[in-house]
């Protein structure tokens, strides 16, 4: 599913930032994997990248046989809303929508009839257990129930792959357990998930850990 080879990705300024130094790794179709390291390691970096939402310098990433460089604007946002869901330390949830809206959001971006985005909508949050919390704003939910949503509006587009940055970073840890079990079961229906985290009991709820340090992936 991911192949990144010879990954190599530098912030200008100044000072520049050589943050990612020669990236090998492959993920494959069904794998539920965390990237772990320490804080300015290159994490959300690495992710972004394996996301098509920030580019690299040189190498080369494959993702499902396409390669990913030099695309142009509208290529990388179609391969990305088409392959890509993703979900958030900090959640990203709109604060006036209700649960609903917020999973529907990215139909609503893709033209699909509000009655038809609803009902879709509505089956993700069912599959998350928070069809009662449909109606709810973000501020009147749980922090679990806020990544659960959040988690179902990324599958509402029937992505390929799960991209999840910390995503139980602001959760106490009966929560994070929760939120990785949904991420479990999910895996075991087939989804492909990177969670990247300096958790490392998500890191032990994954099926593999990759630790990255220096700018490179540390063996195993
Ligand atoms: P992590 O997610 O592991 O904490 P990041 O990938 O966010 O690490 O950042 C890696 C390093 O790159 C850090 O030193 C960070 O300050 C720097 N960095 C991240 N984004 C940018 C940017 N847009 N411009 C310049 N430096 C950046
Ligand atoms: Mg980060």
């Known amino acids: 599913m991911i192949g990144l080879k010879d990954i190599n990705k530098t912030y200008p300024g100044a000072v520049p930032l050589h943050v990612l130094k020669g990236i090998n790794l492959e993920i494959d179709k069904g794998e539920l994997v965390s990237i772990m390291g320490a ?25 499902d046989g396409v390669l990913i460089k030099n695309l142009s604007e509208n290529r990388a946002a179609e391969l990305r809303n088409r392959m890509i869901g993703f979900v958030f330390q900090s959640f990203n949830l709109i604060g006036y ?12 971006y893709q033209g699909v009839s509000r009655k038809k985005r609803n009902a879709m909508a509505m089956e993700q949050l069912e599959r998350m257990g928070l069809a009662d919390r449909a109606h709810h704003l973000p501020g009147e939910l749980s922090g679990g129930q806020k990544q659960r949503v959040a988690i179902a509006r990324s599958l509402i587009t029937n992505p390929s792959i799960i991209l999840a940055d910390e995503p139980t970073g602001a959760l106490d840890s009966k929560t994070s357990k929760d939120v990785m079990q949904v991420f479990r079961d999910l895996n075991s229906e087939g989804m492909t998930i990177v969670i990247v985290t300096h958790d490392p009991g998500v890191g032990q709820a994954t099926g593999r850990v990759i630790r990255i340090a220096d700018g490179i992936i540390q063996p195993s």
């Open 97 to 108: 929508k209700n649960a609903l809206e917020n999973v529907a959001l990215p139909l609503f």
């Open 39 to 63: 804080s300015g390691s290159g994490k959300s970096t690495l992710l972004n990248i394996l996301g098509i939402l920030d580019t690299y310098d040189t190498g080369e990433y494959h993702l």
